[in-house]
């Protein structure tokens, strides 16, 4: 994923949503990468919330967007009017692409990265990365090419494609058994007809999107 993220130089636009994991690997990589400044990352996990303020990440990085609500949320409820927002997107899901609907805030893979396309949220050359999770057992090919004909087809029709794209599984530290699908996606539409969301400001200069 990182040869995917360096496709693009330099300090990009746009902003970075990354559903990342107490580690808070992803985001420090985005940070060293200086693709993105702080306020350019908004991290959703009503989970790991606390975990991040109290580790003081929040400290040492003031103006990240923490966000105490789950992905979903944070995706339906964008105040901003439908248009690309993101240039890299990262959901680190601990799911599989159906989604668990067992417990409140269901966690519904699919139904998320769809919304994304189609509120055509992503800009032109965007990176999209999302790691699905199975205990119980090993993901099948059949499994994981149901998670990437779903893309494919929400990419195609909301006129987007995938420019480059991988694929790969491995076990985590905790036995979990992972799929990690990612690409380049490139914006099939002409930009001039293109539907630009506006980002405003608040008094505070803190963006205001959700």
């Given at each position: 994923?990182?040869?995917?993220?360096?496709?693009?130089?330099?300090?990009?636009?746009?902003f970075?949503?990354?559903?990342?994991?107490?580690?808070?690997?992803?985001?420090?990589?985005?940070?060293?990468?200086?693709?993105?400044?702080q306020?350019?990352?908004?991290?959703?996990?009503?989970?790991?919330?606390?975990?991040?303020?109290?580790?003081?990440?929040?400290?040492?990085?003031?103006?990240?967007?923490?966000?105490?609500?789950?992905?979903?949320?944070?995706?339906?409820?964008?105040?901003?009017?439908?248009?690309p927002?993101?240039?890299?997107?990262?959901?680190d899901?601990?799911?599989?692409?159906?989604?668990?609907?067992?417990k409140?805030?269901?966690?519904?893979?699919?139904e998320?990265?769809?919304?994304l396309?189609?509120?055509?949220?992503?800009?032109?050359?965007s990176?999209?990365?999302?790691?699905?999770t199975?205990?119980?057992?090993f993901?099948?090919?059949?499994?994981?090419?149901?998670?990437?004909?779903?893309?494919?087809?929400?990419?195609?029709?909301?006129?987007?494609?995938?420019?480059?794209?991988?694929?790969?599984?491995?076990?985590?530290?905790?036995?979990?058994?992972?799929?990690?699908?990612?690409?380049?996606?490139v914006?099939?539409?002409?930009s001039n007809?293109?539907n630009?969301?506006?980002?405003?400001?608040?008094?505070?200069?803190?963006v205001?999107?959700?």
């Amino acid at each position: 994923m990182k040869k995917t993220c360096r496709s693009n130089d330099g300090p990009l636009d746009g902003f970075a949503l990354v559903l990342d994991a107490a580690t808070f690997g992803t985001t420090t990589m985005l940070l060293n990468s200086n693709h993105f400044t702080q306020d350019q990352i908004f991290i959703p996990n009503h989970s790991i919330c606390r975990t991040l303020i109290d580790n003081a990440i929040q400290r040492e990085w003031p103006n990240l967007h923490i966000i105490d609500a789950a992905s979903a949320t944070v995706i339906s409820e964008l105040s901003v009017p439908p248009g690309p927002l993101f240039r890299f997107v990262y959901l680190d899901y601990t799911a599989v692409w159906s989604g668990n609907r067992s417990k409140k805030p269901f966690c519904v893979p699919e139904e998320e990265v769809i919304q994304l396309f189609y509120r055509r949220r992503f800009y032109d050359r965007s990176v999209l990365a999302i790691t699905l999770t199975r205990r119980d057992t090993f993901y099948s090919d059949s499994m994981v090419k149901t998670a990437e004909e779903a893309l494919r087809l929400a990419a195609a029709r909301n006129k987007y494609r995938f420019e480059k794209w991988e694929t790969s599984k491995y076990t985590s530290e905790t036995n979990a058994n992972m799929v990690l699908i990612y690409g380049l996606i490139v914006n099939v539409q002409s930009s001039n007809t293109e539907n630009t969301g506006k980002v405003e400001k608040n008094e505070t200069d803190q963006v205001r999107m959700w």
